[in-house]
């Protein structure tokens, strides 16, 4: 069975501009989940989807939007970046929400010029 | 708030010998659940074990094992038998009732031949 995917994998911006980024996850998976990883605030989490809908949200400003498909790939937007939003952005897809184990992909390295 | 306090940032450890990785948790949510995932220098996170609020046992998988202390709200990773590929950063994550994963800051293991 496939893993989850993620593209692009590496992805420069400068500041001002918006980018989106991509997740697939495993065949079966509804739940998909967003992570951002930087080096001194650690991973934090973004926002989580379920059958299409928001199931959750973190504390990250409304420049962050995402969305999920009827398929359940899943996308993350960003507005207008800065150059904080510098980081590894994560996927996991698991079977559903709640208390299931979550699955990664390979993250998607954002560097905000 | 829901909190991951993991105490080390750093350990080291001799080849074929045993590793606890400490975590502590502090939740008020009855229904909880525990995971470790692993994070290599490639940056994917890799589940390695999950253990429920519920669960009367210790959860075990392979050379993993959690050592759960639910009065004493402790959730460590026992990795037996270390080997080189071990060498990585170890997240404790919990999961309360709110569909989401808080994440500790993490311990570098290094595995030393």
């Known amino acids: 069975k496939a893993g989850v995917t993620q593209t692009p994998r590496y992805l420069i911006k400068t500041r001002g501009q918006q980018v989106t980024l991509s997740c697939s996850p495993i065949s079966g998976h509804r739940s998909v989940s967003w992570y951002q990883q930087t080096p001194g605030q650690g991973l934090q989490f973004l926002f989580e989807?379920?059958?299409?809908?928001?199931?959750n949200k973190g504390n990250f400003p409304g420049r962050f939007s995402g969305r999920q498909f009827s398929n359940s790939r899943s996308e993350m937007n960003v507005s207008t970046l800065e150059l904080g939003d510098s980081a590894l952005y994560l996927c996991?897809?698991?079977?559903?929400?709640?208390?299931?184990?979550?699955?990664f992909g390979p993250g998607t390295r954002l560097t905000v010029t | 708030a829901q909190k991951i306090t993991q105490t080390q940032p750093g350990m080291f450890v001799q080849e074929k010998e045993a590793v606890t990785l400490d975590c502590t948790y502090d939740?008020?949510?009855?229904?909880?659940?525990l995971f470790w995932y692993k994070q290599p220098s490639s940056g994917e996170m890799i589940f390695l074990i999950y253990q429920g609020s519920y669960d009367q046992q210790n959860a075990t998988e392979g050379r993993y094992s959690l050592n759960f202390q639910k009065a004493r709200k402790s959730a460590n990773l026992v990795i037996s038998a270390s080997q080189l590929g071990d060498s990585a950063m170890y997240f404790c994550?919990?999961?309360?009732?709110?569909?989401?994963?808080?994440f500790g800051t993490g311990t570098r293991l290094k595995v030393l031949a």
């Open positions: 989807y379920f059958s299409e809908t928001q199931r």
């Open positions: 939740t008020s949510d009855p229904s909880y659940g």
């Open positions: 996991a897809s698991s079977l559903a929400s709640g208390l299931y184990e979550q699955y």
């Open positions: 994550v919990s999961s309360p009732g709110t569909y989401k994963y808080i």
